[in-house]
Nanobody, 122 residues
Framework: QVQLVESGGGLVQAGGSLRLSCAAS????????MGWYRQAPGKQRELVAT???????SYADSVKGRFTISRDNAKNTVYLQMNSLKPEDTAVYYC????????????????WGQGTQVTVSS
């Protein structure tokens, strides 16, 4: 079983910054990739950013140049530094991870955190 625990959400004024953290724990062999998604009220969950174990990153166009995803493999932790926040960034932010739980036979699955609220006031 894998647990993801997010922290760092809160209320911030437009133009401000927040840093989200997500730590993975439990029984697994490795984490292939970790990422952040968000879901605003009345909208579908959308990808924000992802990072592989090798450090390859990808971002939604709406956050490029403002958000930075990083990862500490030794701590099984992923971070999302959010700068120049806008009211439209308001959402519940979810951490996810693709984890390998068995080698023979190979088995992996996607785990999700509980989410952390980010509210940006105008």
């Amino acid at each position: 079983q894998v647990q993801l625990v997010e922290s760092g959400g809160g209320l911030v004024q437009a133009g401000g910054s927040l840093r989200l953290s997500c730590a993975a724990s439990g029984r697994f062999f490795s984490i292939i990739a970790m990422g952040w998604y968000r879901q605003a009220p009345g909208k579908q969950r959308e990808l924000v950013a992802t990072i592989t174990s090798g450090g390859t990153t990808s971002y939604a166009d709406s956050v490029k140049g403002r958000f930075t995803i990083s990862r500490d493999n030794a701590k099984n932790t992923v971070y999302l530094q959010m700068n120049s926040l806008k009211p439209e960034d308001t959402a519940v932010y979810y951490c996810n991870a693709v984890v390998v739980v068995a080698i023979t036979p190979y088995k992996s699955f996607v785990s999700w955190g509980q989410g952390t609220q980010v509210t940006v006031s105008s």
